[in-house]
């Protein structure tokens, strides 16, 4: 009964996702594909048919991994469609991470199941992309690959869990060390923004997860601060 109570919670979950992405989703598709032909070729027009199928069941990122897409094609020809990689990205994460959540629950330590888990994707989307990103033509591959960027949302998930545990608990004074992690994140998180290249090793070798938990950081001490 509990596991079915959790089956029909994902699935509420997943048509709440559903109606809040979906149509303005297949509007922009609509749009785009109607539009496409009055300055695009045929060839150019079939490539981004083709982006359109995979935007519209979340896979599109996949399809920009292939070398004839590249980093470069971003600011010579980029696809119609490229702002979609990322949404299928965080498509693909909420059909997942709810999966791994539901099997953590039949086990006897949920909480602590989940958690390691959770710690375990990140440590393993990290080792790939210092695998990958030491050769530069692996960046485009740590870019838009699910498992590289799913890092990212799994701090957050961490963050959130982090958050979770505390509520109802009084916070612990003084709060020095906190609000000082927070702003030592922001001061990073502009330094980043200011000198990190966007081709460097640093950003594609566990830099884009190293961004996440500055972030968290932050958003842990804006958090806490207004408690």
């Not at 303005?24 to 199928?53: K, Y």
């Not at 119609?80 to 709810?98: D, M, N």
């Amino acid at each position: 009964a509990c596991f079915a109570r959790h089956l029909i919670s994902l699935l509420v979950f997943c048509r709440r996702r559903l109606r809040r992405l979906v149509p303005p989703a297949i509007l922009t598709l609509v749009l785009v594909l109607a539009a496409a032909p009055a300055w695009m070729g045929p060839e150019a027009q079939a490539r981004l048919g083709a982006d359109a199928v995979g935007s519209l069941f979340y896979f599109v990122n996949w399809r920009f991994v292939q070398a004839e897409y590249g980093y470069a094609l971003i600011f010579a020809g980029p696809s119609l469609l490229q702002h979609y990689w990322s949404l299928a990205i965080e498509g693909q994460f909420y059909l997942v991470l709810p999966l791994l959540l539901m099997v953590s629950l039949r086990a006897k330590r949920p909480l602590r199941v989940f958690t390691a888990s959770v710690i375990l994707l990140i440590v393993a989307g990290v080792a790939t992309s210092l695998v990958l990103g030491s050769d530069p033509e692996g960046y485009d591959r740590v870019y838009y690959g699910t498992d590289t960027r799913a890092p990212e949302f799994l701090v957050g998930v961490l963050l959130a869990l982090g958050l979770w545990s505390r509520r109802g608990k009084p916070e612990p004074q003084p709060h020095l060390l906190r609000d000082l992690a927070g702003w030592i994140g922001l001061a990073a998180l502009f330094v980043a923004f200011a000198w990190v290249p966007l081709r460097g090793d640093l950003l594609y070798q566990g830099g884009f997860a190293a961004f996440a938990l500055v972030s968290a950081l932050v958003i842990a001490a804006c958090v806490g601060g207004c408690s």
